[in-house]
């Protein structure tokens, strides 16, 4: 019966992973090496580390890829800037900071604990840390509290500049200093600038609130990651408004006599300064088109018309050797799939700096079968079934005989 079980076995199909989506890949005339260009569509459906595809050839058999980003200097990499001295004197309190090169910046991250209490402050340069100039006054830092992490970034944007020393002064006359951990700018050092590729289909909806707040919703029919969002103000032509970028969650919330309310939360993540004399461009860590929203304060300001808001992705695409006239298939959404492990990771200096681009076609549910279409069994596997099933008659039969003949020698004796 174990042998019979086993053979079973052998028997059983071994299937691949499941995937929701799935995209045609085309090679291009020439077999290779080539480049599998990521849509929008498909980086909105993978998972945060964008490890949950596979690449199949017409046998279903697995194909190692590389992926690649095109960040270049830009992406998320922070450059910390040195503190040189830290004061409290007269209520104000100054953090003297030195950059660690004198590349041209418009603007630089604070990372704070969270706190309650917003602190007017004020920014100022010099070349030498000596004569100090103005670059920004009216600054709020502070204010921000979320109920899932216990810092958070604000964005200080101003003219460009080059100065090495810069001045950040703090009114703390009235309470307790902020916990500012860390300040510094997102370098972009390489000489090979990030590339991005347009989100398209972007929506986003203005309402201006009787709390003196403007509310951005943006969202998009089908998910997308954005790494970039650019904001124009059509009017008016001066303006300097603190603004938050964050998410906004819905809750229902039932009252006595089964009256019910739905609620609104915005949840803060990136704090920035929206200016007509600096950058409106928000850098973003691949954030996902839901719920997303940008609150700015408008104070007793008219509320600003924005004109449009484009969102971009960083450029992402896999490497692949393909064969030319051949198809392959892209599957990807799996929540249990993980990162796969290729040694095509250990060589990806060899690989040509200039490939291919092979052709991709829409992305199609292939969670939801084609009536139209039956799933259709190999030859080989076909043949293989059918031996084991011989098999299997054979050795059914030769027990059986077995069995009659011992049972016909105990009747004789």
Known sequence: MKTIFFLLLLSTPVFAQSFT??????????????????????????????????????????????????????????????????????????LLLKRPDGRPIRSMSVVLKNAAVQKSAALSGSPDGVAWYALTNN??????????????????????????????????????????IRVGSYAQRPSVSAQYTPVDGLRFIQRDSSDHHTYLFIDRPTPARIDRLRIRVSSPALFRRRAEFG??????????????????????????????????????PGVLTEKLCIRIANANDP??????????????????????DSIYTLQFGSKTAAPPTYDLAYFKDK??????????????????????????LSAYALWAGITVVLLLLVYMSYQMLGN??????????
Not at 360 to 365: A, R
Request: glycine share 10%; net charge positive.
């Open 21 to 94: 989506y799935k995209v045609d890949v085309k090679p291009g005339v020439s077999s290779g090496y080539q480049r599998i260009m990521l849509s929008p569509d498909v980086l909105g459906r993978l998972n945060d580390q964008l490890g949950d595809m596979r690449l199949y050839d017409r046998r279903q058999r697995e194909v190692p890829y590389l992926l690649v980003q095109q960040t270049g200097g830009e992406g998320m990499s922070f450059a910390p800037f040195t503190v040189v001295n830290k004061t409290s004197r007269g209520g104000v309190g100054t």
């Open 139 to 180: 600054l709020t830092l502070g204010g921000h509290s979320s109920d899932t992490s216990i810092e958070h970034t604000e964005t200080i944007s101003f003219p460009l500049t080059d100065y090495p020393y810069l001045r950040l002064q703090l009114a703390d006359s009235t309470s307790a200093p902020l916990n500012i």
């Open 247 to 284: 998410q906004v969650f819905t809750q229902t919330i039932t009252r006595k006599r089964g009256q019910k309310r739905v609620e609104h939360s915005f949840e803060s993540a990136v704090g920035f300064t929206l200016s007509s004399t600096g950058d409106t461009t928000l850098q973003l």
């Open 303 to 324: 509320p600003l018309q924005i004109g449009t808001i484009r969102a971009d992705l960083l450029s992402t695409y896999i490497v692949a050797n393909l064969l030319a």
């Open 351 to 376: 690989l040509p700096a200039n490939l291919p681009v092979a052709a991709v076609g829409p992305v199609t549910d292939s969670s939801t079968p084609n009536p139209a279409k039956k799933p259709k």
């Open 404 to 413: 009659i003949g011992r049972r016909n020698e105990g009747q004789a004796g």
